[in-house]
C-alpha cells in the first residue's frame, strides 16, 4: 500500500495570511487529488492533478505536482475564515482502484 | 450532475438491530466505495466494488456487509454493530476508464451505534 504524508496536521492562522499544505511520498502516483471537508459532510473535491510539474489555480488556491509525481502542495493566499476545515490529499495507484488518503491537515482561519 | 446521494443522513441503532445504508449515483461511475471516518481524521477505505463486482474488502468485520445490485447502487448492510462502529460512513464513485479518475463522495451517513 502506498502511503501519503500530509502535513502540518494542524494549522491555525490569522485572517490574510497565506499557508502551504504538503503532501508527500516515496511511491508514484497516476494522479492525484484535493479534497476540502466541513465536520459531518462528505469530502469535496478541489482539483485534480495528473501530469508532472502541474500547476492549478482556483481562485485563492494554487495547487501544485511535483516532477516525479510523488509529492503535491496546496498554497492559500490571503486565506479566509470560510477556508476553515479538513484538507484531504489522495492519491490513485496505478490501475488499481484504490483512492490512498494522507492524515489530512485540519485548518482554523480566524477572523 | 457529479451527484452522489445517501440515505439516510442520521441513524441511531441498537446493537441488535439490522439497518442498511444507501448510495446511489448516475454518473455511469463503475467504482464504487465505502469508507468509515472518525471524526478528524481521514477516511479509511472498507470495500471497493469495481463492474459490480467486489474488488477490494479491507479486511472488514463481517457485521459489515456490502451490496451492489446494479451499477447505481450501493449498500451496507449492517448487524450487530458495536458502539465503536459509530462514525461517518461515505459513499464514493469513480470513472475507471481513465487516469485522471477522481472520486466523488456523497455527504455520508452519520451513524450513532448505541
Known amino acids: 500500500t502506498q502511503l501519503l504524508e500530509q502535513s502540518p496536521q494542524f494549522l491555525s492562522i490569522q485572517e490574510g495570511e497565506n499557508l502551504t499544505v504538503y503532501c508527500n511520498s516515496s511511491?508514484?502516483?497516476?494522479?492525484l487529488q484535493w479534497y476540502r471537508q466541513e465536520p459531518g459532510e462528505g469530502p469535496v473535491l478541489l482539483v485534480t492533478?495528473?501530469?508532472?510539474?502541474e500547476v492549478k489555480k482556483l481562485k485563492r488556491l494554487t495547487f501544485q505536482f511535483g516532477d516525479a509525481r510523488k509529492d503535491s502542495s496546496l498554497h492559500i493566499t490571503a486565506a479566509q475564515p470560510g477556508d476553515t476545515g479538513l484538507y484531504l490529499c489522495?492519491?490513485?495507484?496505478?490501475?488499481?482502484?484504490?483512492?490512498?488518503f494522507g492524515k489530512g491537515t485540519l485548518l482554523t482561519v480566524n477572523p | 450532475d457529479t451527484e452522489v446521494t445517501q440515505t439516510p443522513k442520521h441513524l441511531v441503532m441498537g446493537m441488535t438491530n439490522k439497518k442498511s445504508l444507501k448510495c446511489e449515483q448516475h454518473?455511469?461511475?463503475?467504482?464504487m466505495y465505502w469508507y468509515k471516518q472518525k471524526a478528524k481524521k481521514p477516511p479509511e477505505l472498507m470495500f471497493v466494488?469495481?463492474?459490480?463486482?467486489?474488488?477490494i474488502n479491507e479486511s472488514v468485520p463481517s457485521r459489515f456487509s456490502p451490496e451492489c445490485p446494479n451499477s447505481s447502487l450501493l449498500n451496507l448492510h449492517l448487524h450487530a454493530l458495536q458502539p465503536e462502529d459509530s462514525a461517518l460512513y461515505l459513499c464514493?464513485?469513480?470513472?475507471?476508464?481513465?487516469?485522471?479518475?477522481?472520486?466523488?463522495f456523497g455527504q455520508g451517513t452519520r451513524l450513532t451505534v448505541v
Open positions: 464514493a464513485s469513480r470513472r475507471v476508464q481513465e487516469i485522471r479518475t477522481e472520486a466523488f
Open positions: 489522495a492519491g490513485a495507484e496505478g490501475s488499481n482502484y484504490k483512492l490512498t
Open positions: 511511491s508514484v502516483f497516476s494522479s
Open positions: 454518473m455511469g461511475h463503475r467504482a
Open positions: 492533478v495528473v501530469t508532472g510539474g
Open positions: 466494488y469495481s463492474y459490480e463486482k467486489l474488488s
